[in-house]
């Protein structure tokens, strides 16, 4: 496979469930990030990893949880949820270097919370 | 701050030409352009640096007014699968953190 693929594409859970959204890109990029997409508002960014080093975490609540075991898969852990988070999650990787920062997404995780 | 874009939607017949702007409050450094199809990942089109110079691919070109802290996506003669939300993202350092605008849906009917 190519480019950056996140699993699953679809997700319902409860609010005390426990959940995770996988990512994988195969593009030997090194930063990994996790999106948040709702309905008619900006793509808010959640984390970011370079290196396998969280170098951004966007005040987001402890019921998500990034995990970045390596440079090219990356881990969204989700407990105990709430109703409004309920979103399209993506991620995307990068390669960062002077002067750019292309970013590769994938087609995202629809998670519905009940 | 979050750079605003406009129109929040158009529709257009195939072969219309549309304009995106994208403006931000801030000195920027860079604008990246996206477009995402439903149900898709949001795809790169193209990135403006300060400095640089307008952009082209195929027929969708951009532009990007430092002055004015503004960039505006071109596309001539649309085509269908043109059709998506475009988003710009915008860069007020080269410090690799993209704030991203809410988007411009952009319908085009046959």
């Known amino acids: 496979e190519t480019g950056v693929t996140q699993t699953p594409r679809h997700l319902v859970m409860g609010m005390t469930n426990k959940k995770s959204l996988k990512c994988e890109q195969h593009?030997?990029?090194?930063?990994m990030y996790w999106y948040k997409q709702s309905a008619k508002k900006p793509l808010e960014l959640m984390f970011v990893?370079?290196?396998?080093?969280?170098?951004e975490n966007n005040s987001v609540p402890s019921r998500f949880s990034p995990e970045c075991p390596n440079s090219s898969h990356l881990f969204l852990h989700l407990h105990t949820l709430q109703p409004e988070d309920s979103a399209l999650y993506l991620c995307?990787?990068?390669?960062?270097?002077?002067?750019?920062?292309?970013?590769?997404f994938g087609a995202g995780s629809r998670l519905t919370v009940l | 701050q979050q750079p605003v874009q406009s129109p929040q939607a158009v529709i257009l017949r195939e072969g219309e030409d549309a304009v995106i702007n994208c403006s931000s409050s801030?000195?920027?450094?860079?604008v990246h352009w996206y477009r995402q199809k439903h149900g898709e990942a949001p795809v790169f089109l193209m990135i403006?640096?300060?400095g640089g110079e307008q952009k082209g691919h195929e027929k969708i070109s951009a532009s990007f007014n430092e002055k004015k802290q503004q960039s505006s996506l071109y596309l001539t003669a649309s085509q269908l699968s043109y059709s998506g939300t475009y988003f710009c993202?915008?860069?007020?350092?080269?410090?690799?953190?993209?704030?991203w605008g809410a988007g411009t849906k952009l319908i085009i009917k046959p």
């Open positions: 995307a990787s990068s390669q960062v270097f002077s002067g750019a920062n292309v970013l590769t």
């Open positions: 593009l030997g990029h090194n930063a």
């Open positions: 990893y370079n290196f396998k080093e969280q170098t």
């Open positions: 801030k000195a920027l450094y860079s």
């Open positions: 403006l640096l300060k």
């Open positions: 993202g915008t860069e007020a350092d080269s410090n690799y953190q993209l704030i």
